[in-house]
């Protein structure tokens, strides 16, 4: 297992230096935006992973209110960490592009707030896993994630409303509408890459979940045995 | 126990030791008149541009003091293991939450009923709308406010931080609901455009995170 885990991270690696390659070499210069749309192939494979981890955040937050097996609890704790950091990157690398292209650093669009909220929302997540005492931790936790997951499509949904009844930015036309294929291929690269590295770090801060864990139910043995050594 | 018994003799006994003490209903009102009294003096606006600002006041107005009320929720059921005597008892799990809710939903809604007349006064608001929405508005609104907030609080009751934890994981995922009420309000409050769209949102919200509270209130409830 762990000789398959140590082979996977190597890939991944070298998968990320192919893909930051294309990315910043091979791929073509966008025509109006310049070097700046390069961002572009960070930006939207950072927030299809955070997406992912949501969702295995989720969906082992369930699986923990169900079978109360300590691993799916783990693993929702690392998905939530990972997911917000690649959130926070998306968040970071979003107004760098904006600032050039648009003229603004931030506008409340649907996608961007409700990037924001989910931001907001697996942030608190966190603070009440850092704030909650001994063994109810995973139960409140995994609650609170099913909240969060819910709540995202009414955000969105609201979102959205509350922007289609003003004009809203330079949106359309963007990347989306005919991709040139040297660039699609760049961004494939690094939409693989960019959810290898997330599996990476997450099975890494899994594997550091449990041994905390391990440590502290240690510490607990000898405080039980009242040994203060 | 039936479900409605339970939560009938739960809502009594709460709503009957505010009624002797009158705890929460006063820190909230004296907080929210506090918080009224603050904007005023931080925008001074005319009377055309409260119009368009009132919705905002009052909603954040109205958030901060339930998060007072709320906090207060489950900390009297702590002292004397109360929340423990619940969970040994044959009484259905949600019955409490329900009462909960509801004395919490009652608490605001008077809140709310106190305070207008004064944002009135101070503010100078007059509705173009009609004035029925923004009842329908107050209520649904609460209800979204609170029946999120009395699970929540029962979240935080067991962290550390108590009284900091509640606004800390109720607020992000209140911000779809708050935003409904407040552009709701606005849209009655000026007239401009039809709050029809926000009051169905409102009401989506209110099913479904009823519908997750019920669900999951039994799993925080007996969380070891």
């Known amino acids: ?229 | 126990m039936s479900t409605f018994s339970t939560t009938r003799a739960t809502l009594l006994k709460d709503l009957r030791m505010e009624w002797r003490s009158k705890d929460a209903i006063n820190s909230m009102l004296f907080f929210a008149l506090l918080v009224v009294v603050i904007f005023s003096f931080a925008f001074n606006p005319t009377a055309e541009e409260s119009r368009r600002i009132a919705g905002g006041l009052v909603w954040v107005a109205f958030l901060f003091a339930a998060v007072v009320a709320l906090n207060q929720t489950w900390a009297r059921e702590l002292r004397n293991q109360v929340l423990d005597a619940y969970r040994v008892s044959p009484a259905p799990p949600n019955a409490l939450f329900l009462a909960k809710a509801l004395g919490n939903f009652l608490f605001v809604v008077v809140l709310e009923a106190l305070m207008t007349p004064l944002f009135v006064v101070f503010y100078d608001l007059r509705s173009v709308g009609p004035v029925w929405q923004l009842v329908v508005v107050a209520l649904l609104g609460t209800w979204a406010l609170v029946v999120n907030g009395t699970f929540f609080a029962a979240l935080s009751i067991r962290t550390r931080s108590r009284e900091i934890m509640l606004p800390l994981i109720l607020f992000p995922i209140s911000i779809p609901a708050l935003l409904a009420m407040v552009d709701a309000t606005t849209s009655i409050l000026t007239g401009e455009a039809s709050p029809d769209f926000w009051i169905k949102m409102l009401a989506v919200y209110d099913v479904v995170f009823t519908a997750v509270c019920l669900l999951l209130f039994e799993t925080v409830l007996n969380a070891e």
């Open chain 1, 1 to 229: 297992m762990k000789n398959i885990f140590m082979a996977f991270v190597v890939l991944t690696v070298c998968l990320l230096a192919y893909s930051t390659y294309q990315g910043l070499f091979v791929a073509p210069t966008e025509q109006t935006m310049g070097e700046v749309q390069r961002i572009f192939y960070y930006h939207v494979p950072s927030a299809w992973t955070a997406g992912v981890c949501f969702f295995v955040n989720f969906l082992a937050s369930l699986l923990y209110l169900w079978k109360r097996n300590p691993a799916s609890d783990a693993l929702a704790a690392a998905s939530a960490e990972v997911g917000v950091m690649f959130c926070t990157i998306v968040l970071i690398t979003g107004p760098i592009w904006a600032r050039p292209v648009w003229g603004i650093w931030w506008t409340w669009d649907a996608r961007l707030t409700t990037t924001l909220v989910l931001w907001l929302i697996y942030v608190s997540y966190l603070v009440l896993r850092r704030f909650a005492a001994g063994g109810q931790t995973q139960v409140l936790a995994a609650a609170l994630a099913i909240f969060g997951f819910v709540d995202v499509p009414i955000v969105y949904m609201s979102i959205r409303w509350f922007r289609t009844q003003h004009p809203s930015p330079v949106m359309g036309g963007g990347e989306n509408s005919g991709l040139d294929p040297a660039m699609l291929h760049a961004f494939f690269w690094n939409l693989l890459s960019f959810t290898c590295v997330g599996i990476v770090l997450m099975v890494i801060r899994y594997r550091l979940q449990k041994a905390e864990e391990q440590v502290e139910a240690a510490h607990a043995a000898v405080a039980l045995q009242g040994g203060s050594r």
